[in-house]
């Protein structure tokens, strides 16, 4: 992996005077919802709160901006901030006000009535097309509201946005101190990870993930594959894969490369010798246990077998550095949990240094309790692996050629 990450080369709020200042805060408040629209897990909300605090503490007037979902442009009272702020007021336990828009005479005036030590909410910043276009007016319009931007979302390091880049060109801007925690966290499996150093990588398509995969073999001593993508890499290898869901084409083409890639850079790169296959996708099926090189037509693979849990775990109790991106089957439903229960498990009591980012792993890590015992729990799946891929990340790049 070529890149490094010096984050002492970043200015951090911790040494700005923001006394009396308007600091405006890009803060990740992109939470799920549940099926009524109710924030359904707040920890992006309570990861934000050292920033926040501090800022109120040391007598700023703090204006948080976030996006919320995908609406594309459009004022969706679905996906309306109002509720992360009723939630964000009761974990602050003061009070949040909370602002109809993010640009506009009314946002102007919302900010110049606060007062030190008050925290204002805007509304969903891609109510607007603008914001996900960095379009320059409309970052403009947005650091009008501050003295001083203060970047705290992680989640959205690698999107260039308007909230999260375009308005850094206009103020000083420096780092917030989630998304420092993260830099400093990440940069060591970047930098120079105490080995062995494996990672364990999931989730659905080898394309989403072809550029980490490739920094990952050349970086790490061994790749452990589950999740649906590791049937691409069994079909690249001529197993039969029965109804699995497989990336034909491509995908199977960029498996094969990954395979090879791993053999010149000495990577051990594993795959399931057994997996856990149903008829459908459903609850409730009849499951059973076969090869993985040999699953029969008409049944889908949904989770990896026992011997490949076994073989997985094994690797990852030799381990010094951990990082898991990725469940290894359909953890939602019972029948197909195991395996990530099992590397769920396994990571946590690895007494290295262990890492897991991206939503899904993040949520079995949570579902079987063991998020307490995992070293460093990143806020962002996406910003994570464009961060291990060696992307430059357009959030801190704007950081550094920010007007100081």
């Known amino acids: 992996m070529s890149m490094s990450l010096d984050v002492h080369e970043l200015p951090s709020v911790a040494g700005e005077q923001v006394a009396g200042k308007r600091v405006l805060v890009r803060v990740d408040f992109n939470v799920p919802l549940d ?40 004022r969706d009272e679905r996906l309306s901030l109002h509720q992360v702020a009723d939630r964000l007021s009761e974990l602050l336990e003061r009070p949040v006000g909370f602002v109809h828009d993010c640009v506009g005479e009314e946002v102007e005036a919302a900010v110049r009535d606060a007062n030190p030590g008050d925290v204002l909410l805007l509304e969903n910043t891609r109510f607007h097309a603008e914001d996900s276009a960095n379009d ?9 509201l501050g003295d001083l931007f203060v970047n705290d979302a992680f989640g959205t390091v690698h999107r260039a946005n308007a909230s999260t880049a375009g308005v850094a060109k206009y103020i000083p801007a420096v780092t917030g101190f989630l998304l420092e925690r993260e830099l400093q966290q990440l940069g060591h499996l970047v930098d120079a990870p105490n080995r062995p150093f494996t990672c364990i990588v999931g989730g ?7 550029g980490v995969l490739e920094s990952l073999v050349s ?9 649906a993508m590791a049937f691409t890499f069994l079909k690249a290898k001529g197993a039969s894969t029965g109804a ?16 090879e890639l791993a053999e010149e850079e000495e990577c051990t790169l594993m795959l399931p010798v057994d997996v856990v296959v149903a008829p459908k996708l459903a609850e409730d099926q009849e499951t059973q246990v076969v090869p993985a090189d040999a699953i029969p037509d008409g049944l889908m693979g949904l989770d990896i077998g026992p011997r490949t849990r076994m073989l997985y775990e094994a690797r990852i109790a030799d381990a010094h550095t951990v990082f898991w991106n990725g469940p290894m089957g359909v953890f939602e439903i019972e029948d197909f949990a ?8 396994a990571v946590a009591a690895n007494p290295g240094f262990t890492v897991i980012g991206g939503g899904d792993s993040v949520a079995a890590a949570n579902q079987f309790r063991v998020a307490e015992r995992i070293g460093h729990i990143s806020t962002g799946g996406g910003a994570s692996l464009a961060l291990l891929e060696g992307e430059a990340l357009p959030g801190i790049e704007a950081i550094r050629e920010a007007p100081q």
Do not use: C, N, W
């Open 35 to 74: 099926d009524d629209g109710m924030i359904a897990d707040d920890t992006r909300i309570a990861a934000s709160l050292p920033t926040i605090e501090y800022l109120v503490q040391e007598d700023a007037t703090v204006i948080l901006m976030s996006h919320l979902g995908r609406p594309k442009g459009v």
């Open 136 to 144: 320059p007016e409309f970052a403009r319009q947005l650091a009008r």
């Open 204 to 210: 659905l398509k080898v394309t989403d993930k072809i």
């Open 219 to 227: 970086h790490a001593d061994a790749v452990l594959v589950g999740g």
């Open 244 to 259: 699995s869901f497989v990336e034909d084409g491509e995908g199977v083409e960029l498996a094969r490369r990954i395979i």
């Open 338 to 345: 195991d395996g990530t229960r099992a590397i769920a498990d």
